[in-house]
């Protein structure tokens, strides 16, 4: 095991330690920023899907939808894509050096997310957050099924289950 990920999981039992959950799940998150989009007068889509980002000038200036709608950015377009679609999604003489260094970053090895709900009517009382399962500390982190590492997010923030029940993150 690293030394980064020895301070990680030690540092989730410090005393007054802030955990990186939202209150009110990541659904909080996404109507918040909804609202900021809004406010200002913004329009949010859903299900939209891009075509292209248009670059005028060395800038990206809008996109351009499946379905032959273009809308045009006042300020900038913000991908949430990963770096490797959102390069496909440019004009392939539009950005080069960007283009270039989007393409040339190595992707990371993937992991499964899961997402349970479960009934917590037989769990114990004195259940923590976070539980991590190491098999082989000598062996790299990344190692297949080396590590296991869970998280209960809704002991810290109970309306992310329904009541007698508790959300569970594997990784």
């Known amino acids: 095991m690293t030394a980064v990920m020895a301070y990680m999981l030690a540092d989730w039992y410090r005393p007054n330690v802030k955990l990186d959950?939202?209150?009110?799940?990541?659904?909080a998150v996404i109507d918040a920023l909804v609202?900021?989009?809004t406010k200002t007068g913004g329009k949010v889509y859903t299900s939209a899907h891009v075509d292209q980002i248009l670059v005028e000038s060395n800038r990206a200036v809008g996109v351009r939808l499946k379905s032959g709608k273009v809308l045009r950015a006042r300020k900038g377009v913000v991908s949430n894509a990963s770096i490797w679609n959102t390069a496909r999604l440019l004009?392939?003489?539009?950005l080069p050096e960007y283009l270039q260094e989007m393409q040339s970053t190595p992707q990371t090895e993937s992991f499964l997310h899961l997402h349970l709900g479960i009934d917590a009517k037989d769990l114990p009382a004195d259940l923590q957050c976070h539980y991590a399962v190491?098999?082989?500390f000598k062996q790299p982190i990344n190692s297949p099924g080396n590590v296991i590492i869970i998280s209960i997010?809704?002991?810290?923030?109970?309306s992310l289950a329904p009541a007698g029940?508790?959300?569970i993150h594997g990784k």
């Open 35 to 37: 609202r900021g989009v």
């Open 153 to 158: 997010p809704s002991l810290l923030d109970p």
């Open 165 to 167: 029940s508790h959300t």
């Open 91 to 94: 004009q392939p003489d539009a």
């Open 134 to 136: 190491v098999n082989d």
């Open 21 to 27: 959950y939202p209150k009110g799940g990541t659904g």
